[in-house]
Each structure stands twice: as structure tokens, then as C-alpha cells.
């Protein structure tokens, strides 16, 4: 049922990302250019200071882009070594003014990169962490648990029936199920556990625990959605339920192996007839075979 595990970005929260450090660097090179504005010319090294952190942050394109500002600034320097009190001045000024309006870009740059990139990992229709998220937290898990050796888990849950749901009672009651459904994960979940929106009609739970915490809060969760009623019809409702399979991280396995053992137990709890958490019982039997190897 999973179709591959990988990262997404997303264009959006990169392009404000790029603009967010872009603005930082005006704004430092504004600020470089205030001591040589006033007279201090003997300080125009600071000017190479938004060169480097162009080339750190944001790369060659704003590395050139800033490096041609600072050519021009040493220029006018150059054939200026003296200015009147005016001149000095209007330059305060003005640098004064372009940092002010840098910094308050910079800021509705940064938050609304914040809510860009929440938008990014939150999935519309159910409120919960979507696939991109957990294409993040998950690897971050697996390898925190390798560096701790403590027990992680991966549950697989997908809802029974939902195609002959949604032919039946339509796709905007199939939409009022899976939001009800994601709300129930959530106040079902621990507060230790990350539930998300795998995708469709399919729910992923990472557990800090071994297979046995993991099947319990599957379990719980699973008896919690069969409480689930949503109103299809005037005066009628209807209930879903849904399988779930259990795996149990091995030391040294992928992201990928470890989702493919609860794809594995989740097919085998819906040849078993749905409505059920089975769990993988391979783990021992694959650190048997990494120990001995």
C-alpha cells in the first residue's frame, strides 16, 4: 500500500526562503556601509563581511549580486575621500531608513516562511502532519533510535472499505469521515506519538516503543474509530473501521525495509478480515541475522 518513501519540498516556502536571505544581506551590507558613509573610510574591509555570508547562505548568484554592490560603494569611496557634514549626513540617513525597511521586510519575510512551511506539512482536510512531514520524522527517528538503542515502531493504518464508502454515501461524506477519523487519531494518540496522513484513506504512527507499546495504541486507536459516526443522510449514520500492521525497527535497517514489514502485517490484517492490528514478527528474527553477521 505505501508507494515509496521520499522528501518533498516545496517551491513556495524555498522562494521565500531565498527572498528571506536575500533581504538579511541588504540589510548587513546597508549596515557595512554606514561607518564609510560617515568618513571612516579606513573601515571599508567590513564591506567584504555580506560577501562571505552570501556565499555561505545563499550561494554564487548573491555572492556576485552583492560583491558588484560593494565594487560600486569601494568606487564611489575611492574618487570620494572627503565629504562635507551634508553629505555625511544624507548618507546616515538614508542607510539608516534602508536598514529599518530591510529588517521589517526581513521579518514578514520570516514569518510568513513559518506559515508557509506549516501549510507545507499539514494536511488540509484532516489537520494532522502529512506525508511530507513524516518523510522527515520518520528517518529522524529511525536514526535517534539507533544513537540511543531505544525501541521505535511504525504502524500502518488504513480505513476498511472506504472505495465502496464513498460510492455509496458520496465523496464529500467519504471527506467528513476522514476528517473525523483524523481527529479521533489525534485525541487517541499519545502525546509522545507522531500520527499523520500517510495518504488516501491510509494513516501512519510512529511510536517511540517497542511492538508491543506500538500495538496497544494501534488497539486503542482502532477501537476509538469504530466509535466514529458521521450523518450521511437525515436520520442516518455511518461508521467505518479500519486495520492496522505493527513493525518494530532493527538496528541498521532502512526507513523503506521497516515501512515494508507494516505494509506486510497491514495486508495481513485485512486478509484477515479487517477490523484488526496484527504485527510483524520478523524483527527477532532479523537481529538474529545481523548479529550473526
Known amino acids: ?8 519540498g516545496t517551491g513556495r516556502a524555498d522562494d521565500l526562503a531565498a527572498r528571506r536571505r536575500l533581504t538579511l544581506l541588504v540589510g548587513l551590507l546597508v549596515a557595512a556601509l554606514i561607518p564609510p558613509a560617515l568618513g571612516a573610510w579606513q573601515t571599508w574591509p567590513l564591506l567584504l563581511v ?4 552570501a556565499s555561505l547562505l545563499a550561494g554564487p548568484s548573491a555572492s556576485a549580486l552583492v560583491a558588484a554592490v560593494v565594487a560600486m560603494a569601494l568606487a564611489l569611496i575611492a574618487g570620494r575621500p572627503e565629504a562635507d557634514d551634508g553629505v555625511l549626513a544624507t548618507g546616515f540617513v538614508v542607510a539608516c531608513l534602508l536598514s529599518a525597511l530591510a529588517g521589517v521586510r526581513h521579518g514578514q519575510l520570516e514569518r510568513a516562511l513559518q506559515a508557509a512551511s506549516a501549510r507545507s506539512l499539514t494536511d488540509s482536510l484532516t489537520g494532522l502532519p ?21 525501541p521505535l515502531s511504525v504502524v500502518l ?5 472506504f472505495k465502496p464508502f464513498n460510492d455509496r454515501w458520496g465523496h464529500e461524506a467519504g471527506n467528513r469521515m476522514l476528517a473525523a477519523v483524523g481527529a ?12 499523520g496522513r500517510f495518504g488516501g484513506e491510509e494513516f501512519t504512527l510512529i511510536v517511540p516503543g517497542d511492538a508491543a507499546e506500538a500495538r496497544d495504541a494501534a488497539e486503542r486507536i482502532r477501537a476509538a474509530v469504530a466509535q466514529v459516526r458521521i450523518e450521511v443522510a437525515p436520520g442516518a449514520e455511518a461508521a467505518i473501521t479500519l486495520s492496522a500492521g505493527v513493525a518494530e525497527h532493527v538496528p541498521g535497517e532502512t526507513v523503506e525495509a521497516l515501512l515494508r514489514r ?13 477490523d484488526r492490528v496484527v504485527v510483524d514478527r520478523s524483527a527477532d528474527e532479523l537481529r538474529t541475522r545481523r548479529r550473526a553477521a
Open 1 to 8: 500500500m505505501t508507494d515509496g518513501w521520499h522528501g518533498q
Open 50 to 53: 555580506p560577501v562571505v555570508l
Open 130 to 150: 502529512n506525508y511530507a512531514y513524516l518523510s522527515e520524522a520518520l528517518p529522524h527517528e529511525v536514526r535517534r533510535s539507533e544513537r540511543y538503542g531505544a
Open 157 to 161: 493504518l488504513d480505513l476498511d472499505g
Open 184 to 195: 479521533t487519531l489525534q485525541a487517541a494518540g499519545r502525546a509522545s506519538d507522531v500520527v
Open 262 to 274: 507494516a505494509d506486510a502485517a497491514l495486508y495481513a490484517a485485512k486478509d484477515a478480515g479487517r
